[in-house]
């Protein structure tokens, strides 16, 4: 018995060794961090009491609960004042700290304090003491925590991660148990991709023929999961993909597609490439009430509308109905179609009281592009994706007034396989290789002046999902390249630095295998000794 205690005990020095400060896994790195040595450390008892103006049910305070008893086997009480105990944790909501995000967290030897404006700043304040905890594991080991001062606030308000269960569908609880990953690194969007080719994954109640082809999220399942990420500061936004990638509203509406498509299958996961018909009144009256009831389950103030790779040429090229439709506004190119098409829709996303949310699309899909594909709206959002296009996008955002999301695929696209022969071994179509270190070199601002990147919003990194089955692999291809993105979202460039961001990632990796989410082990990131 002596001896399992003896190597238990030198494993638990190990890991102190490996993880000796409290920056050890701090990430993403706040934007300024003040230790101070001289002092004492804070210590956890079974006195240390919790005070708080949150509200006695809030989210934080169980959070924080968890946090100190997970880390520590101590469980903190709420006292309405500190008493005779000299160990005290303070969450404060306190309007006089500035901007939504904004938290600050003060360590001293009796109090450890987290305040911000909102309950979502005190929660990325908590996910920094729990990194902190982590990461010192020798002080955590013994109850204790270093004095420290941290003042931070995201570059980026917008921070987002893309799943795609129009693809393959992912249940409720894996999207929970995702939600519970991305906050720990403070992002505070989730991008769902619902509909596709290959399936229509949210109830319509009008029209219940869209879910009869496929698994599906009902409205009630979906307000549970909006509910559950915003007590995670995480807003849920939706995106319905028009008016390409649409077969499987095809399938259950084949009389909505293009004149000469009448006679092609519309098969759910097969059939690719067809679009919406814009001369069709009875596309933009069901959208209508399609987009009525989204906008009902989704408080977030934007709808995704997609406007993606549709094949137009090929589909309003050829139809009669929208060549028709061209004749009549006088248009030369079906190009142009897009316009009307979004003008019948848009109106619709706003009379909701949302916004509308894009995909940037150019005038050709590589360089040398020049222009917007069609004219988009200045309330529109517009997110940059396809590889090489986003320093004109960035340019053109500028230009016509339009806020952009960063996503370009060199970058941001986690489902590209991390490193050579890597996953995905199916539905592979020759994807890039984007490295966790392209990732981390990534900056949204693309290194412009302030004011020709001021219109930028934030990041978003998509997982599209034809080769990732289930959550296991999602995830696997999150991380750590999420942690990376994470980072250039949050933290000033002059923060960042690629050898610190590699020792602040081991701990955290650990610790989300330890929560059973699967990562991928980035051995190559490690220099090998030369063999003699």
Not at 389 to 413: F, K, Q, S, V
Not at 473 to 489: F, I, N, Q, S
Request: glycine content about 6%.
């Amino acid at each position: 018995m002596k001896k399992y205690k003896f190597i238990t005990c030198m494993l638990l020095l190990a890991g102190c060794l490996s993880a000796q400060n409290n920056m050890s896994a701090l990430l993403p790195m706040p934007n300024q961090v003040k230790q101070t040595d001289s002092k004492k450390d804070f210590v956890i008892s079974d006195k240390t009491v919790i005070q708080t103006n949150l509200p006695e049910d809030a989210f934080c305070i169980a959070e924080l609960k968890k946090i100190v008893r997970e880390r520590t086997g101590k469980t903190p009480v709420l006292s309405s004042s500190s008493g005779s105990s000299n160990s005290v944790i303070r969450l404060m909501l306190d309007p006089s700290v500035e901007g939504d995000e904004h938290y600050l967290l003060s360590v001293s030897e009796r109090t450890v304090s987290i305040k911000g404006a909102t309950q979502g700043a005190i929660l990325y304040g908590l996910m920094t003491l729990d990194q902190i905890l982590l990461g010192d594991a020798c002080r955590t080991l013994s109850g204790k925590i270093a004095p420290v001062e941290i003042d931070d606030q995201p570059r980026f308000g917008y921070r987002s991660l893309m799943l795609d269960p129009a693809r393959h569908f992912l249940p409720a609880e894996d999207v929970k148990f995702y939600i519970d990953q991305m906050v720990r690194y403070k992002y505070n969007v989730l991008q769902l991709h619902l509909t596709d080719d290959q399936g229509w994954r949210i109830e319509i109640k009008k029209h219940p023929r869209l879910t009869e082809k496929g698994e599906f999220y009902t409205q009630e399942e979906l307000k549970d999961l909006v509910h559950y990420a915003a007590e995670r500061n995480v807003r849920i936004i939706p995106e319905l993909d028009i008016p390409g990638h649409t077969v499987a509203v095809l399938a259950a509406y084949p009389e909505l597609g293009c004149s000469h498509t009448d006679t092609i299958p519309k098969i759910v996961g097969e059939t690719v490439n067809l679009m919406l018909c814009a001369n069709n009144d009875k596309v933009y009256s069901l959208y209508k009430d399609i987009l009525t009831e989204v906008a009902s389950v989704f408080p977030a103030p934007y709808i995704h509308l997609g406007g993606d790779e549709a094949i137009i040429d090929a589909n309003w090229g050829k139809c009669e109905h929208c060549r028709s439709l061209m004749k009549q506004l006088g248009y030369t190119k079906p190009t142009e179609l897009m316009n009307y098409f979004f003008g019948k829709i848009l109106p619709v996303v706003r009379e909701n009281g949302k916004k509308p949310m894009l995909w940037c699309e150019l005038d050709n899909i590589r360089m040398p592009a020049h222009e917007y594909l069609f004219d988009y709206p200045k309330d529109a959002v517009l997110i940059t994706w396809r590889y090489g296009l986003t320093p004109l996008c960035t340019e053109l955002t500028a230009r016509h007034g339009n806020t952009l999301i960063m996503a370009p695929g060199e970058y941001t696209y986690l489902d590209y396989p991390q490193y050579k022969n890597d996953f995905p071994e199916f539905n592979n179509w020759g994807m890039p290789v984007t490295t966790l270190e392209t990732t981390y070199q990534f900056d949204p601002g693309y290194g412009l002046p302030a004011d020709r990147q001021a219109h930028i919003a934030g990041v978003n990194g998509t997982l599209w999902a034809e080769a990732m089955p289930d959550i296991n692999r999602v995830t696997y291809m999150t991380y750590p390249r999420g942690l990376a993105l994470a980072e250039a979202g949050w933290t000033q460039m002059e923060h960042r630095d690629w050898e610190s961001f590699k020792k602040r990632m081991y701990p955290n990796l650990s610790e989300l295998m330890k929560r059973g989410v699967s990562v991928r082990v980035p051995f190559e990131i490690v220099r090998h000794p030369q063999k003699k």
